[in-house]
């Protein structure tokens, strides 16, 4: 009879008979000491970090086998995690590496076989300054109630500018902030706020369920992780409306994108109503980027656009198109284009003209500046 090297979805997570812990431990620290933002494990490659936004393949541990990643990812998750992962075949969760960092962490199978990724979450949550994000984007956060939104591609930083801005409300307001994530990133202790942390999976079913029972939580400030569906979007924008600071983020690269973004998500019957209220509830939208230094590293380039009633006219009246416009001229008001800020970190000699039309949304008009 021939053999079945069939892998069935409960034998993925196996109970491997080797130092998995100590072996997690040695890449872990070497991310931490390195200061990689990112860590792979697949099987038949070597454990691979990125570091300043470069892949840097640790050769010396050796090639991972498939026995490898699977005793690995087993030693991270708990038996709940298990079970959704042979259940889905993938799965989020947040890993905490002695008292050094945590990790969010996406199980997944590629090619029958275990493979991980994992972000970097620094435990120490730094300030706007310290990112080199504007000291303006605090009027956010004194703001009552309203609609904040923190854009940008994978990888570029977006968390964490999103916990600054939190950890500036705790350090300075006495309220209560509710947040919702999927997992839990950076961990923060009340100062002055009362912080409630929910993770999707674990305290809560999904964004939508915990934004329907946040009300009668007694919120002051709400964040939510990722809005990924219509339902989570408009529960946003509704609590903005009703007196709540709501912040959140979105995969898109403007401001302008991400009106576009929120307002399409909706049938066309419905988006009249939905320009309406963000043109109302809009605080601002961040974009950023994290580009290569010229000296190593990365820094952060960011467009900025602050709701004025110029902006929520043009979002009222469906002319998205000419937001581009008001931000670039209202420099006055804390407002810059991504543009603006790759030119003022090549002006400084941060970053090489090369790396700034690679990351410009509009690198001819980029090239005009520079001339």
Not at 166 to 193: G, H, L, M, V, W
Not at 227 to 243: H, K, L, Q
């Amino acid at each position: 009879m021939e053999e079945d090297n069939t892998i069935s979805p409960e034998n993925y997570i196996a109970n491997v008979p080797k130092d998995y812990q100590r072996f997690l431990d040695d890449i872990l620290q070497i991310a931490v000491d390195d200061n990689a933002s990112d860590v792979h494990i697949s099987a038949n490659h070597y454990p691979t970090l990125r570091v300043s936004g470069r892949l840097v393949a640790l050769q010396k541990k050796g090639l991972v086998t498939p026995e490898d990643a699977r005793g690995v990812t087993d030693i991270m998750m708990n038996d709940i995690q298990k079970e959704k992962f042979n259940k889905n075949y993938e799965v989020d969760f947040s890993y905490s590496y002695k008292n050094l960092a945590r990790f969010r962490v996406n199980v997944f199978i590629q090619r029958g076989e275990i493979a991980c990724a994992m972000r970097l979450i620094p435990r120490n949550i730094s300030t706007l300054e310290e990112l080199g994000m504007p000291s303006v984007l605090y009027n956010f956060c004194e703001s009552n109630q309203g609609f904040v939104l923190v854009t940008g591609p994978t990888g570029q930083g977006k968390s964490t500018t999103l916990a600054a801005l939190i950890n500036q409300i705790n350090k300075n307001r006495f309220c209560n902030i509710i947040t919702i994530e999927d997992p839990i990133e950076y961990i923060f202790e009340s100062d002055r706020a009362i912080i409630n942390q929910r993770e999707i999976g674990h305290d809560v079913l999904s964004f939508s369920s915990a934004l329907k029972s946040v009300f009668r939580q007694d919120p002051d400030v709400i964040m939510v992780g990722e809005m990924r569906d219509p339902e989570t979007i408009s529960m946003a924008i509704t609590a903005a409306e009703t007196g709540h600071l709501v912040f959140s983020t979105l995969h898109t690269n403007s401001a302008s994108q991400t009106i576009n973004r929120i307002i399409d998500s909706f049938p066309a019957a419905q988006q009249s109503q939905i320009r309406a209220q963000l043109s109302s509830s809009l605080k601002g939208v961040i974009s950023q980027r994290l580009v290569p230094r010229i000296r190593g590293g990365l820094t952060v380039a960011y467009e900025i656009m602050i709701a004025n009633a110029a902006t929520s006219n043009l979002i009222r009246e469906s002319k998205i198109h000419e937001l581009e416009i008001v931000i670039e001229t209202s420099g006055e008001e804390g407002m810059i284009s991504l543009n603006k800020s790759l030119y003022n970190l090549i002006k400084k000699g941060e970053i090489s003209i090369k790396s700034a039309l690679s990351y410009s949304s509009s690198p001819n008009e980029l090239r005009r500046m520079i001339r």
